[in-house]
């Protein structure tokens, strides 16, 4: 059973930390957890630092029932103009959540649109309740996905779907962002934090390095060719043989117990 070590909220964000997993609840249930500059702030002025904190090996990144995030905050944002948002370099902070290194596991109920569907997909797994709805809608407001969207979107589903989610702003229920290859796994509503969060204590329980490095080899899949992804595999796959949890782990398994990790 998960026992909290730890609870935080600030105006937007609600953050509880279990032993190794921390989940982090996006908290504008008022706006449909919409994007705004006053949860990017506290977002990453409080999740960032968590990758540096050595208990925390896994992040689950949920919003309420009704809604992941349906999307950046239209009213914020109608006021902007040009200049303004390319000197302040608009939306691009957000990348720094995906280059997070430790695995993040977006748990979907309800919508995820527009930065919503954009923010669950800078995490390297999706779970969503069967409620779930994706999409890209931004050409229905003038303009288009603005924070990865059409690029990573693109590389999960494939341009025939993407094409249709981002041209004609239709949503994606979460059977068929399961078969597209969007989502992990579908869950019922009622056990979707449940489930990702045993998922991420899963991930949480093996070596910090490893699973470090394995996702990053994954992630690097979608950017390199193959010579060069093999390359870069084989070469943190060797490096893993410098590390205590890969000597106990062999032990372990040969030992016929369960490892002892300690992310050294």
Known sequence: KLIIRNFTMTQCIKIKHYNKVVLVTLNRPEALNALNDELRNEFLDKVLPLEKNSNTQCIVLTGSEKAFAAGADIKEMSTKNYMENYYNDMLSDWEKFSKMRIPKIAAVNGF?????????????????????????????????????????????????????????????????????????????????????????????????????????????????????????????????????????????????????????
Not at 140 to 166: C, E, F, N, Y
Not at 189 to 205: G, Y
């Open 112 to 264: 995820a649109l527009g930065g919503g569907c954009e923010l669950a997909m800078m995490c390297d797994l999706i779970i969503a309740g069967k409620s779930a709805k994706f999409g890209q809608p931004e050409i229905k407001v003038g303009v288009i996905p603005g924070m990865g969207g059409s690029q990573r979107l693109t590389k999960i589903i494939g341009k025939s779907k993407a094409m249709d989610m981002i041209l004609t702003g239709r949503m994606m229920n979460a059977d068929e962002a399961e078969r597209s290859g969007l989502v992990t796994r579908v869950i019922e509503d009622d056990n979707l934090i449940e489930e990702a969060l045993s998922m991420a204590t899963t991930i949480a329980s093996y070596g910090k390095a490893s699973v470090m490095m394995a996702r990053e080899t994954v992630d690097r899949a979608l950017e390199l060719g193959l010579t060069e992804g093999l390359l870069f595999e084989k070469r943190l796959f060797l490096s893993l043989f410098s590390t205590f949890d890969q000597k106990e782990g062999m032990k372990a398994f040969m030992e016929k117990r369960p490892p002892k990790f300690t992310g050294e």
